[in-house]
């Protein structure tokens, strides 16, 4: 097996901590969906109260590209998937 394929089926095996990841990456974007509503209400409640609660609530936005990632690859692995079993239901 090729290390391609070995990292798919690794990966594969993995799928539930991967869906656990982004639903982890999608409920920390829910201070920062408040947080940004703040700034564009100009309510100063939770925005520009600290400069480095500022820079954490804004960077959380970079945490997005793992999940954009993520969501990619496990719509790549259950194609691969899906493609596998129209082959095999094919040769029967």
Known sequence: MNPWAKFWSWYES????SIVIIAIVQFIQIPHMVWNAD???EAG???????????LLYGVD???IVSI??????????LKK??????QINKV
Not at 45 to 55: A, E
Not at 69 to 78: A, K, P, Q, R, T
């Open 14 to 17: 993995k799928i539930l901590g």
């Open 39 to 41: 700034i564009m209400l």
């Open 45 to 55: 409640i939770i925005s520009r109260v600290h400069p480095v609660i500022d820079w």
């Open 62 to 64: 970079l945490i997005e």
């Open 69 to 78: 990632i993520n969501v990619g690859m496990i719509m790549f692995s259950l």
């Open 82 to 87: 899906r493609r596998q079993n129209k082959k």
